[in-house]
């Protein structure tokens, strides 16, 4: 009895071990990257619109393959479909190390994707497999906090690295990691669902990344091709949403579905994932963008531009289980109107921050009071979300509600960046036609256009004026995000159920990843 008690404690340790290790891999690189940005910008010379290709060509493989991956889990096997996707990760990780060109860089970015979209679904479904239910809570509470510990330090170690040596090792650091998630995995017991569905929704899975690609290409596209190829971009965008009006069609009729529609009749489930769709948007567009007002504008180093939201995910993981009793306490909608609410004060103090000054009289009031929000909200958040379906359907809608949130940081790098772009070329226009510029000295700054505030001139008036342009099209993107923020406090004033529901603590620390 005791040998076994031994072994089962040794195989939950490498369960844990190899879940938190490929876990981390995904989460690193959601955040990592965009710290990198600005110095992918230096070196290939790259426009706006292709460092957001590197980062929406993951986030649309990701959001529009999610649930299939989790499906080929239950079908094929949790672990041989977790160890797969470790392993396509790693694999694009190198490509994405050694690219040449950004165009290199952002399909493999696209393949990383696809691994993530088979990994991130295998680590929570490996670990419920694996534990018992008196003890998956404390195991999913210990993947919880070492994932968002790993969530945290990874910008740190990657803008060292980017400061003292190459972006490329963002994308090396995943490589130690997928070898010890793969060496480890065979001592991990196999687990799959013998009732699972042995179709999967391929329709559905076409239909909705080629919708979402067609809409984000139309978007990131727009402000570089209105006035040349701009038919391409119309084209683009009324095939997306052809595509994703199929998709609805297509899940409506079919027998296995993607997406299970019937989910949405629930006024809470459908109130959760459209608080969802607008809250994380406004988190996603100011991830993406932060990181180049810090480098490009207030000329931090990577290292301390990495280091910025420290505090946030302090705050996230030392009040996570407080916050996940609020529900109980409280009933779902106060805490999901207070918490936006919260959210979008720090927001709005992101564009209230003046050039210059210390981090902790500028920005880290904005990060602590947004990161308090994101607590209150993000835990009975998700509680809602489970505890609007039944049991059995609980695994589908928490994969429903993480997909959403993937999608609205997809939509919103894509909607932001449209909007920074048109903003930066108004202000900039405006002010070089008060200035006596040769046709030339013209052509040179157009011709840069498309680098933003990575676009150096050397002229100083020329350059204050593309500066204070970005920081005005930044301003705008801010504002949308803090009225996004507010808009999910709305909905969940407007939809969602006055009444308490009890917290489950897979609900709490699944919110929390």
């Known amino acids: 009895m005791r040998n076994d008690r031994s072994n089962s404690q040794v195989s939950g340790r490498i369960v844990l071990a190899v879940t938190i290790l490929g876990s981390s891999m995904a989460f690193i690189d959601g955040t990592v990257v965009n710290v990198a940005l600005p110095a992918l910008q230096n070196a290939f010379h790259a426009s706006i619109a292709n460092v957001q290709w590197v980062v929406e060509s993951y986030a649309l493989m990701l959001a529009a393959l999610l649930l299939v991956g989790g499906s080929l889990g239950d079908m094929l096997g949790r672990r041989k479909v977790y160890v797969f996707g470790v392993a396509v990760f790693a694999a694009a ?141 119309a084209v683009a965008a009324v095939l997306g949403v052809a595509a994703l009006a199929g998709f609805v069609v297509v899940e409506h009729s079919s027998r296995v579905p993607m997406v ?163 903003v930066f070329n108004h202000s900039l226009d405006q002010s070089l036609n008060q200035l006596a510029l040769t046709p030339d000295a013209r052509a040179q700054i157009d011709a840069a256009r498309p680098l933003l505030a990575a676009a150096h001139n050397p002229n100083p008036i020329v350059q204050r004026a593309i500066t204070e342009s970005f920081v005005s099209g930044y301003h705008s993107v801010i504002w949308i995000a803090t009225g996004l923020a507010a808009l999910s406090a709305i909905t969940a004033w407007l939809l969602i159920e006055s009444g308490a529901a009890s917290a489950t603590t897979h609900a709490e620390q699944e919110g929390l990843a």
Not at 106 to 113: D, E, K, L, P
Not at 120 to 131: C, K, N, Q, W
Request: with cysteine; net charge positive.
């Open 260 to 422: 299970s529609l019937k989910l949405f009749r629930s006024r809470n489930f459908a109130g959760a994932n459209l608080l969802t769709l607008f809250l994380y948007a406004s988190l996603g567009g100011l991830m993406f963008f932060f990181p180049m007002d810090l480098i490009q504008i207030q000329h931090y180093t990577a290292t301390q531009a990495g280091a910025a939201f420290l505090p946030f995910v302090a705050i996230m993981f030392g009040l996570s289980r407080w916050a996940g009793g609020l529900v109980a306490r409280y009933g779902s909608r106060i805490p999901l109107t207070v918490g936006p609410l919260v959210a979008a004060c720090g927001i709005a103090f992101f564009a209230m921050v003046p050039h210059g000054g210390s981090y902790w009289s500028t920005f880290f009031p904005a990060v602590v009071v947004m990161g308090l929000g994101m607590t209150i909200s993000v835990a009975p958040l998700t509680t809602t979300v489970m505890n609007a379906v039944s049991g059995t359907e609980s695994g589908l809608a928490s994969g429903i509600n993480n997909a959403v949130s993937r999608l609205a940081a997809l939509l919103a790098v894509a909607v932001f960046g449209a909007v920074l772009v048109t």
């Open 93 to 233: 990780s190198a490509v994405c190390g050694l690219a040449r060109n950004i165009d290199m860089l952002i399909w493999a970015r696209s393949i990383q994707g696809i691994g993530a979209a088979l990994l991130v679904p295998g680590s929570l479904a490996l670990i419920t497999a694996s534990f018992p239910e008196e003890t998956r809570g404390r195991a999913i509470g210990t993947w919880s906090g070492f994932s968002a510990m790993t969530a945290a330090i990874g910008p740190v170690i990657g803008g060292w690295l980017i400061e003292h040596s190459t972006w490329r090792w963002v994308f090396f650091l995943n490589l130690p990691l997928a070898l010890a998630v793969i060496l480890l995995s065979g001592k991990v017991p196999e687990s799959r669902n013998e009732n699972a569905s042995h179709h999967l929704d391929w329709p559905g899975s076409l239909l909705v990344t080629l919708g979402l690609g067609g809409v984000t290409y139309a978007l990131i596209e727009l402000p570089a091709r209105a006035h040349h190829g701009g038919h391409l971009v």
